[in-house]
């Protein structure tokens, strides 16, 4: 019996490749994941799959439109698109269109140049927002116009006004009519950076900080080489020449600081702030042009420089863009809890299941029922890692492998039985434990978190009352988890030992089984983890999946996890020929 053919994009680790293939009947045959480490960790543990590292780079038909290579024969694509809504943050970070938007139209070029029986789209489940949405360019226009969205009109603040507004409104206005390129005129990062804190300093009372901030020794040496060796030079270009003076002047008063005379520092001040305000304007104005954005206008407003450009909502776009290409999917329902589906750990994701309208066997797309309905009913930590607390976990990352001697799974936990797949434990390494990190676990029970801990305890966060209540987080053995990020970084603590929880720990958390290996430096593993999906909740899907087009999977995760069987409608079984059938149904 053939089985369905899968390609997955971003396909980070594999949590839905390895959920995909638990059923029996998928077989993922192409994936595309750009991450180094977690190429290879999808190469360890998905054999005979094609690998591809940059998805925009990929050709799926010809000049004729008709299928080649590896991409002929595709039944079903999965994948998570990263996709990072646009918000006050950017602007903050001094930059306007994430790129990672971007992606989200390769996975649906994907779909259109391929056109399979069926998708699956996983993503963040904020994605719905308002605040995720694309900025309209010209190659998007005819699109639109055809899906019916008309896109809303915004007016961004890019910038605070300066003496140079008026000249530089010109100026930008300019190059985006003419395309021109403006990384000529723009400094590097790392100066802008440095720049940026020098302000901070400068706009304090006292001269001595600002002193003493521009002779620290790291400081100190790079400005001298920065000043002295190519001041000028910072720039290919200049848009301005009352702006190339003001640079030169800039310069001038550094080596002034320099050499510790620290005079009236107003009128350098207000150039400094000049100057960063022309860079933070031109930056984004060149991502505006290097994303072939629409741009409208440049005003002054008051005290800003603020765009005109226009936006779509990204949800609206996928869905209309899905169903104009012939696709049904699950409209009403497509957040998922993964905790519902066996994970011992709340994760809330958006998920679209598409199936192609003439490969659809159900009057609708299935959506996956809940195996459990309320909290109480959820698998908890205890099940998902209780049976290792007495495994002690190295520290060392290339010590990645233990026997289980003595070891023994926890009795009446199927999730504990299910994850227990391999008679050795793969991963099993935590973070080193510092004099302050012990500290602080030894005194957290069960529950609590960094805003728990003494005063005394707290002094190493500059500001401790932001910290978020996922950090230093001791987990309780009797709730499920929250979401799974980077445990390293969050510094989750076990339940029951004065120790960060391991990668395997982590790994456990997310339904990885024992036998699936991470490859990478251990905040690399952490991380992998933590952007996967959950292999019990893509084992789900896919079983979903696999009856909205007539097919059920070899054994059903809720025989696994519950210990039964319901009575099934025999007219969702289909034969061999039947699936045959669906092979060729092209």
């Known amino acids: ?150 896109p809303a009109e915004e007016h961004i603040k890019i910038g605070k006004s300066t003496s140079y507004a008026d000249k530089l409104r010109e100026f930008l206005l300019n190059a985006y009519t003419e395309g021109i390129e403006l990384t000529p005129f723009m400094i590097n990062k790392d100066l802008m950076s440095k720049l940026t804190t020098l302000l901070k300093h400068a706009k304090k009372q006292s001269n001595k900080d600002l002193l003493n901030f521009i002779q620290k020794e790291t400081n100190q040496k790079y400005f001298i080489k920065t000043v002295n060796q190519h001041w000028l030079d910072q720039h290919s270009e200049y848009w301005n020449s009352l702006y190339q003076l ?123 029922e809940p195996l459990f309905q309320s909290r109480d009913e959820y698998n908890k930590i205890y099940d998902a890692i209780g049976d290792l607390e007495n495994i002690l976990p190295e520290v060392d990352v290339k010590k990645d492998e233990i026997y289980k001697d003595s070891h023994r799974p926890l009795i009446g936990s199927p999730l504990n039985a299910y994850l227990n797949n391999s008679d050795k434990i793969y991963n099993h390494v935590r973070t080193e434990t510092r004099e302050v990190a012990l500290k602080r676990f030894q005194s957290l029970k069960e529950g609590q978190n960094f805003h728990d801990l003494d005063e005394s305890l707290k002094t190493t966060y500059t500001d401790h009352s932001r910290t978020q209540n996922t950090i230093y987080r001791r987990l309780a053995y009797n709730e499920p988890s929250d979401t799974v990020l980077n445990a390293r970084k969050s510094m989750w603590v076990h339940p029951a030992k004065d120790r960060a929880i391991s990668i395997r720990e982590a790994a456990r958390l997310q339904s990885f089984q024992d036998s699936y290996k991470f490859f990478g430096s251990k905040d690399s593993q952490y991380q992998q983890i933590g952007n996967a999906v959950p292999p019990l909740l893509a084992r789900a899907i896919a079983e979903a999946v696999l009856r909205s087009m007539g097919v059920n999977a070899e054994e059903k995760l809720k025989k696994i996890l519950l210990n039964e069987v319901k009575s099934e409608n025999t007219s969702n079984e289909v034969n061999n020929s039947e699936i045959l059938s669906l092979q060729g149904n092209v």
């Open 1 to 150: 019996m053939e089985k369905l053919k899968v390609m997955d994009l971003f396909a980070g680790a594999g949590g839905l490749s390895s959920g995909f293939e638990q059923t029996g009947k998928f077989k993922v045959k192409v994936a595309v994941e750009i991450n180094e480490n977690a190429r290879k960790t999808y190469e360890m543990n998905h054999e005979d799959v094609i690998l591809h590292k940059d998805i925009t780079k990929l050709k799926y038909v010809n000049d004729d439109g008709e299928k080649i290579d590896e991409f002929r024969d595709i039944d079903v694509v999965i994948g998570g698109p990263p996709c990072q809504g646009f918000s006050n943050a950017n602007r903050q970070q001094n930059t306007l269109i994430s790129s990672n938007n971007q992606l989200v139209k390769e996975y649906l070029r994907a779909i259109e140049e391929i056109r399979p029986k069926a998708f699956v789209m996983e993503n963040v489940r904020t994605m719905e927002s308002e605040k995720h949405k694309f900025f309209l360019n010209e190659s998007d226009e005819d699109d639109l116009v055809k899906l019916g969205i008309e």
């Open 246 to 368: 003001d640079w030169a002047d800039l310069g001038q008063t550094l080596k002034n600081l320099m050499d510790g005379n620290a005079q009236d520092n107003s009128s350098f001040k207000e150039k400094l702030e000049n100057i960063i305000e022309a860079q933070k304007v031109i930056y984004k104005i060149s991502e505006v042009i290097d994303n072939k954005v629409k741009l409208f206008d440049i005003q002054l407003k008051q005290h800003d420089l603020e765009i005109t450009i226009k936006s779509f909502n990204v949800f609206n776009y996928i869905k209309r863009k899905l169903a104009d290409l012939g696709y049904v999917f699950n409209e009403d329902k497509y957040i998922f809890n993964a905790a519902q589906y066996g994970v011992a750990q709340e994760r809330r994701r958006l998920i679209l299941m598409g199936i192609r309208k003439d490969c659809l066997k159900a009057e609708a797309v299935v959506t996956p």
